[in-house]
T-cell receptor
Framework: AQSVAQPEDQVNVAEGNPLTVKCTYS??????LFWYVQYPNRGLQFLLK??????LVKGSYGFEAEFNKSQTSFHLKKPSALVSDSALYFC?????????FGSGTKLNVKP | DAGVIQSPRHEVTEMGQEVTLRCKPI?????LFWYRQTMMRGLELLIY????????DSGMPEDRFSAKMPNASFSTLKIQPSEPRDSAVYFC?????????????FGNGTRLTVT
């Protein structure tokens, strides 16, 4: 079965500290991997994607993600969190004719 | 680029009434998706279109739900009759061909409340 897992419902981090939001996937073939962010009362916004090539992908707002094929993971990272990064983050996998979204992780960055 | 435009932003209706949600995709995009978001079930794909043709409607919950795309710049999602369990935020998204590698562009959603 195709699936995307975000094992943490919520991640709390202090401003200035590094953050990681975890994502693992189980899909057949070579997946395309994405991260999206959702602010309150807004639609999802694209952050970054991995198609092929370097395992470390850089995206918007200083975010990056590391693709690990052996662990089937695509964790989102940022070296120094900002309060304004507080939002809901979704991992997604594109395969064949569908996207599969994770359940979302709420990131709380405290001053 | 105005982005994906959805209307209305909020809709409150009584059980049994017909509800129509509207979406205008980004010009030039040839894929359009309808998603539903709830706390319990997260993001669910309801249906998607390619070049105005429905490709996969397996996520449509039941016959009360229907979606159309009469042209490249407009789509509707209709619920008739509506039920309280349909209360959710409904998102429309569009993208270009090769959508597996192209990001989705989401509208700001329609928050539907059925009382």
């Amino acid at each position: 079965a195709q699936s995307v897992a975000q094992p943490e419902d919520q991640v709390n981090v202090a401003e200035g500290n590094p953050l990681t939001v975890k994502c693992t996937y189980s899909v057949s073939g070579n997946p395309y991997l994405f991260w999206y962010v959702q602010y309150p009362n807004r639609g999802l916004q694209f952050l970054l994607k991995y198609i092929t090539g370097d395992n470390l992908v850089k995206g918007s707002y200083g975010f990056e993600a590391e693709f690990n094929k052996s662990q089937t993971s695509f964790h989102l990272k940022k070296p120094s969190a900002l309060v304004s990064d507080s939002a809901l983050y979704f991992c997604a996998v594109g395969n064949f004719n569908k996207f599969y979204f994770g359940s979302g992780t709420k990131l709380n960055v405290k001053p | 680029d105005a982005g994906v435009i959805q209307s209305p932003r909020h809709e409150v209706t009584e059980m049994g009434q017909e509800v129509t949600l509207r979406c205008k995709p980004i010009s030039g995009h040839d894929y359009l998706f309808w998603y539903r978001q709830t706390m319990m079930r997260g993001l669910e794909l309801l249906i998607y279109f390619n070049n105005n043709v429905p490709i996969d409607d397996s996520g449509m919950p039941e016959d009360r739900f229907s979606a159309k795309m009469p042209n490249a710049s407009f789509s509707t999602l209709k619920i008739q009759p509506s039920e309280p369990r349909d209360s959710a935020v409904y998102f429309c998204a569009s993208t270009l061909s090769g959508f597996r590698s192209s990001p989705l562009h989401f509208g700001n959603g329609t928050r539907l409340t059925v009382t």
